[in-house]
């Protein structure tokens, strides 16, 4: 069974950084295309970035220059490191792994940036 499970969400204050971190299992987490997506309330769920298992990378332009993601293959997680916070940022933040066509989320985490 496919688990992924964020952690890193919190309070930060506008111009500052979280690191959000996503563990995976159940799935070859080095041949997954991992992606973080979000979700403001009385938003759709919008992509954030992504990355493949050959490290590529893509990201809206919206948090781009500010935001990376990054994967370790040993410890089967992905991260998302979010630097020059904006009150616009705050959303849920959610983990999503595609294996062979089938996509899997995680249950979401929430980044909420505020002074």
């Known amino acids: 069974q496919v688990q992924l499970v964020e952690s890193g969400g919190g309070l930060v204050q506008p111009g500052g950084s979280l690191r959000l971190s996503c563990a995976a299992s159940?799935?070859?987490?080095?041949?997954?295309?991992m992606g973080w997506y979000r979700q403001a309330p009385g938003k759709q769920r919008e992509l954030v970035t992504t990355?493949?298992?050959?490290?590529?990378?893509n990201a809206a332009d919206s948090v781009k220059g500010r935001f990376t993601i990054s994967r370790d293959n040993a410890k089967n997680t992905v991260y998302l490191q979010m630097n020059s916070l904006k009150p616009e940022d705050t959303a849920v933040y959610y983990c999503?792994?595609?294996?062979?066509?089938?996509?899997?989320w995680g249950q979401g985490t929430q980044v909420t940036v505020s002074s």
């Open positions: 999503k792994g595609t294996y062979y066509s089938s996509n899997y």
């Open positions: 159940g799935i070859t987490f080095s041949a997954a295309t």
């Open positions: 990355i493949t298992s050959g490290g590529s990378t």
